[in-house]
């Protein structure tokens, strides 16, 4: 038993998080072509909005939630301090929480059910997005079956998840934890795992650079302000545009 | 000032035989491959008629181009804010049906099928999923269908038209369509660009081409809805976004792009145009009235001494200068005043211009004595003995353009944002030009006649013949001007000379081989 605890929490973690750093950086680096969010809106569009609207802001929120909850634990307790703002913060987690699920389970329904979708579908989105129901279903399932889910999480995983980054996993509380949250924090490293070699990757490529870039974009082919003047010496850096 | 160069389209659309060769030249070399097999770069539609995708034009429906407001012009459909809220679902997206399911035969069945009573079929099957499938729509559904009322009368220009007026052009007798064939423009105010949240479009600075970087591009698809012109296509195989490349390649090779090479009526010219890179935005964000002689403006002379100075401050090649000085576009657009820009009312500053049509529109079949032209026949030409003439002429000299089969607000709002003016003006000079070369070729038309027509729209016999050396006879060379693109500068730019010297054509560079041991 320890030793499948150990590789859980503590041997897989570090893979996990290791294949996730390498593996983007390379598949970004080397193949930044297959970096795209593979959108099949183009061949299906009306069913796609009762998934994916639900399902992206529901993982945005109860994403943004766990972040909030691993980096400032002490924040979250002390919010959780009053029993009105702890059932909010849970009704809100679940409700979107469900969300997810609901937009997740139209997903999948549509990728397995229309025909065009299935002609762009490979057996990792179909892996990947199964991996994400479980997950979702878990969460769910913690979220509902084991309170509070916000306060414990702040009190005990941050905790444990700090300590993987400092090296010293300190494991006794995981280890600890039933069954159901168990798979559910495996879960979560193994979809980190996954990431690399599956379409998340479009994650890292939110266009948030947008939003200061001007808008219109001329790239010259040559850098127009040297090539003209022949008294600038020879330079074997490389001008900007290129 | 900014000079920039542009390379620059123009088509002439009496000419335009609506064979479809130019698609089929760009389907070739471009787009015949998975996920691309819908898009046509180069498509060709019959006017009136609802196009490809279905009713384009209407950007009530498909959110592109630029709209003005309070502080200028901001993107229909996309932008900053629109494009990043619709991220994850684009409500304005058009899908695979406003185009077409891409489809084939199997053509197989027709060998291999067992011996039977019935002959076998080639049953169409889906490119797309390999299923067979019903074919309801394709890349030129409504070709030729003028007068149909699934296609022609749901034409997008037809809404500013009375009942009557539309009634009025589709009448057995006056029912006439011309063809509009369609490339990106390579706008210089370009929607797409502005709409790509990940900055894989952009204009290159040289030749104006706009492109998409595919290592770039993530599928976020701003680019399709914001393109007014539908000229940017999501290939749903590779989940990236594809558009017209003006055959680049092939211009900085020195070759004019393959739908202009191959084109059967020689309708389409090539050549640069130096604009004012300043004022772009000033111009786009014109007011309706002042939006297409502004957009006409914003082109300068390449013979002024002061466009020349900013030109070359920035970098362009004196061969660009002087194929600007030989453009044949500039001519048609400046000099003649002959082509306008496809509805310029989307704000992007479109770089291809038409000439519009008179043919379909003014001429009629009349009863004449037509002796004196079958006279001037070579022999070997197929001679009816009948009186009936393709007329061209009327002996009121502009009632033609009064009694014209299409309303003029009907070209209005295909090329000059609804001023019909603009259009008569073209038209006028396009008629000009054929009375004088008729006065000159068959001479059944008075001196003081054709002289009164040109002085009419301020054209001299002199220009009257160049306008129709470069519509009629012009050769390959002189359609389509293109400079080089100073590609062996471009690499001196881009690596140091020292590190490729002496390893040209020969496979690696140096310290790159190994020895073997
Ligand atoms: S026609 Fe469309 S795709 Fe082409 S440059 Fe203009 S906006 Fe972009
Ligand atoms: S090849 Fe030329 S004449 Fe033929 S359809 Fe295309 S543009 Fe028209």
Not at chain 1, 160 to 189: C, D, N, Q, R
Request: charged share 20%; hydrophobic share 40%; aromatic share 12%.
């Amino acid at each position: 038993m320890n030793t499948l605890n150990t590789f859980m929490f503590v041997a897989f973690p570090y893979v996990a998080m290791i294949t996730f750093v390498i593996g983007t950086a390379i598949r970004y680096r080397q193949t930044g072509f297959k970096v795209s969010s593979l959108s099949s809106q183009f061949l299906e569009g009306k069913k796609l909005f009762w998934g994916v609207m639900p399902f992206h802001i529901g993982l945005l929120i109860v994403l943004g939630g766990h972040l909030l909850a691993f980096l400032v634990p002490a924040a979250i307790l002390a919010w959780n301090g009053q029993p009105v703002r702890l059932i909010i913060l849970e009704v809100t987690a679940v409700t979107f929480g469900m969300s997810i699920l609901v937009g997740l389970v139209g997903l999948l329904h549509r990728r397995l059910t229309n025909e065009r979708i299935k002609a762009v579908t490979t057996r990792m989105d179909i892996a990947i997005e199964l991996l994400l129901l479980a997950q979702v279903v878990l969460g769910c399932w913690v979220a509902l079956g084991f309170r509070w889910g916000s306060s414990w999480f702040a009190a005990d995983l941050s905790p444990y998840l700090w300590s993987l980054f400092k090296l010293s996993p300190e494991t006794a509380a995981v280890f600890a934890l039933p069954v159901v949250i168990k798979l559910h924090i495996f879960g979560a490293f193994l979809i980190l795992f996954m990431v690399p070699f599956t379409r998340l990757v479009h994650i890292f490529v939110a266009p948030l650079h947008y939003i200061s870039r001007p808008y219109q974009q001329v790239m010259w082919n040559w850098n127009k302000d040297r090539i003209r003047d022949p008294k600038t010496p020879w330079s074997p850096t490389r001008p900007k545009n290129n | 000032m900014d000079i920039r160069s542009q390379v620059s389209m123009v088509f002439h659309l009496d000419k335009c035989i609506g064979c479809h060769t130019c698609s089929i030249a760009c389907k070739n070399i471009w787009t015949d491959r998975k996920g691309a097999e819908y898009m046509w770069w180069n498509n060709v539609e019959t006017k009136p008629g609802t196009g490809y995708p279905t009713k384009w034009e209407d950007q009530e429906i498909y959110k592109g181009g630029w709209e003005k407001d309070a502080n200028g012009i901001d993107l229909k459909g996309a932008g900053k804010k629109k494009g990043l809220r619709n991220i994850f679902h684009n409500p304005h997206m058009p899908e695979i049906g406003d185009y077409y399911e891409p489809f084939t035969y199997r053509y197989l069945d027709l060998i291999e099928s067992p011996a039977g009573d019935d002959q076998p079929t080639a049953r169409p099957i889906s490119m797309i999923t390999g299923k067979p499938m019903d074919i309801r729509m394709g890349p030129n559904w409504d070709d030729d269908w003028s007068g149909t009322p699934d296609y022609a009368r749901k034409d997008p220009n037809m809404k500013d038209l009375s009942e009557a007026e539309q009634e009025a052009m589709f009448q057995l007798e006056r029912m006439c369509f011309f063809y509009l064939p369609r490339i990106c423009n390579h706008c210089l105010n370009p929607a797409c660009v502005a709409s790509c949240p990940s900055g894989a479009l952009y204009k290159r600075g040289e030749d104006g081409v706009v492109l998409i970087n595919q290592s770039v591009c993530r599928a976020w698809r701003m680019c399709v809805t914001a393109c007014p012109y539908k000229k940017s296509y999501y290939n749903w195989h590779t989940g990236k976004s594809e558009k017209c490349i003006l055959c680049y390649p092939r211009i900085e090779a020195g070759y004019a792009p393959a739908c202009m090479h191959s084109c059967v009526g020689r309708i389409r010219y090539l050549g640069v145009l130096l604009y004012d890179a300043d004022k772009i935005h000033q111009v786009a964000s014109s007011d309706d009235a002042s939006l297409v002689n502004n957009h006409m403006d914003i082109i300068q002379d390449p013979f002024d001494e002061k466009v020349i100075a900013s030109a070359k401050a920035n970098g362009i090649a004196d061969s660009t200068i002087h194929a600007a000085q030989y453009s044949p576009t500039y001519k048609f657009i400046k000099t003649w005043g002959l082509a306008l820009p496809l509805h310029p009312e989307f704000r992007t500053l479109p770089m291809l211009f038409y000439v519009p049509p008179m043919l379909p529109v003014m001429a009629s079949v009349k009863d004449v004595d037509n002796t004196a032209q079958s006279e001037k026949m070579h022999d070997i030409a197929k001679y009816w003995p009948d009186n009936w003439l393709y007329d061209t002429s009327t002996e009121e000299l502009w009632g033609t353009i009064e009694q014209a089969r299409m309303p003029m607000k009907y070209l209005a709002s295909l090329f000059s944002n609804g001023d019909e003016a603009m259009v008569i003006d073209r038209l006028k000079k396009l008629m000009a030009v054929r009375i004088h070369r008729r006065r000159v070729t068959v001479g059944d038309i008075t001196d003081a006649k054709a002289d009164k027509t040109l002085a009419d729209v301020g054209l001299t016999a002199e220009l009257a013949d160049d306008i129709y050396y470069l519509t009629s006879l012009a050769k390959f060379d002189d359609r389509f001007v293109v400079p080089a693109a100073h590609r062996e500068q471009a690499i001196e730019m881009l690596e140091f000379t020292g590190d490729v010297k002496g390893n040209t054509g020969f496979g690696f560079k140096d310290g790159s081989a190994e020895r073997g041991s």
